[in-house]
């Protein structure tokens, strides 16, 4: 099986980030997948979530 390869930068700094006061949506949620974070991935990129309720969407999977 191949390995991976992980440059040191990706590994080590946060992508993409957002602010919000009080509870979070779906529909905020997945507006911050598609327009902050997916534009900042590279090919065959990996985003590691928790299992959250909110990750759950179809949009996101």
Do not use: H, Q
């Amino acid at each position: 099986m191949a390995r991976a390869k992980f440059s040191d930068a990706a590994r080590s700094k946060v992508l993409a980030s957002i602010n919000i006061y009080g509870s979070v949506g779906g529909v905020t949620f997945e507006g911050f997948i598609r327009k902050k974070l997916v534009p900042k991935l590279w090919d065959n990129a990996c985003v590691v979530m928790d299992n959250a309720k909110i990750n759950l969407g179809e949009m996101v999977k």
